[in-house]
């Protein structure tokens, strides 16, 4: 395997894991593993890993991307005697992320602008909610390569647009309902039209809510407050964004999620060398389920 990447990429310059993968058409652990083996090989990942909660590791805590996505979506394999071709295309990844991050941020605030401009009639409405955009695009990670969403299996061009709402606790339900209903409408409106193709998770709650969930005492509480931590504000009031945040502080979590972050770097590592070192047939289910791409989500509370 090491000989084929090292003649494909001796051939045609600096490739993604994606690429490799696809004028290999071989096994992607066993390729992923020939590109960290071989000394005659550099693999540079562009951009960051940040926390994902998932119920399935002890602890909740792990890295996204995971290793098979960053491999194939934010990695380039060079020659180690081609630095200069590997720097180029390394740079021309890293402003291609950017690019479609900063596509997707322009997108959500194009989005949520036509879904509070009927409200902007009932003066002081835009002073009782916000709006917070989480996920890969905060961190500006975001990629477009196709993929079914999950619920129809429509596909969809990459991330996914995560919205929270917060509202005040004294906000009447008629307005929150139908906040609600009008995101609902657009997003199956940038679902299933082709000029879109966008899916978009979102969650309208009470200030209230979030104030329960910060008790962060049952998995679905710990990722809500872990999607607020890392929010941007998007749209509304600022002080009351300012006090969500706030409020995780208070308790206490902005801390411990950032303990979660260093330990599932910690686990990340530990669990890179072990796939490196032991013999593909003695690796188990859960050490490959940490290696391929898997449904990193949950629903949103």
């Known amino acids: 395997m090491r000989e084929h990447v090292v003649d494909l990429i001796s051939r045609s310059g600096p490739m993604t894991g994606a690429e490799l993968a696809h004028n290999l058409g071989c096994d992607r652990l066993e390729l992923w593993r020939a590109c960290r083996l071989s000394e005659d090989l550099v693999v540079h990942r562009v951009g960051r890993r940040y926390l994902r909660l998932d119920r399935r590791i002890d602890g909740y805590a792990r890295l996204s991307p995971s290793i098979l996505r960053e491999f194939l979506t934010y990695s380039v394999v060079g020659m180690a005697s081609d630095q200069d071709r590997l720097r180029a295309r390394v740079q021309a990844l890293q402003t291609h992320v950017q690019e ?49 969403e999950r619920s129809t299996g429509t596909l969809v061009r990459g991330s996914d647009l995560d919205i929270v709402v917060i509202m005040r606790d004294d906000v009447p339900s008629e307005f929150v309902r139908e906040l609600d209903e009008t995101i609902y409408r657009k997003k199956y409106q940038y679902l299933k039209q082709p000029a879109f193709r966008e899916e978009i998770d979102y969650i309208v709650k009470r200030f209230g809510k979030l104030r329960e969930q910060a008790d962060f005492d049952t998995f679905q509480h710990m990722l809500a407050c872990k999607v607020f931590d890392e929010c941007r504000l998007l749209h509304g009031d600022p002080e009351l964004f300012a006090a ?58």
């Open 100 to 148: 479609v991050s900063s596509a997707k941020l322009d997108l959500a605030r194009r989005l949520i602008a036509d879904v509070v401009a009927p409200l902007a009639a009932d003066a002081g409405i835009e002073q009782r909610f916000c709006v917070g955009l989480a996920g890969d695009i905060v961190f500006e990670m975001a990629h477009d390569v196709p993929r079914p």
């Open 244 to 301: 969500g945040k706030e409020l995780l502080a208070s308790r206490g979590l902005v801390e411990r999620l950032a303990q979660m972050r260093e330990r599932a770097d910690r686990d990340r590592g530990r669990q890179e060398q072990r796939l490196l070192t032991v013999d593909p047939q003695e690796l188990r289910g859960e050490d490959l389920f940490l290696f391929h791409t898997a449904d990193e989500s949950e629903e949103f509370q």
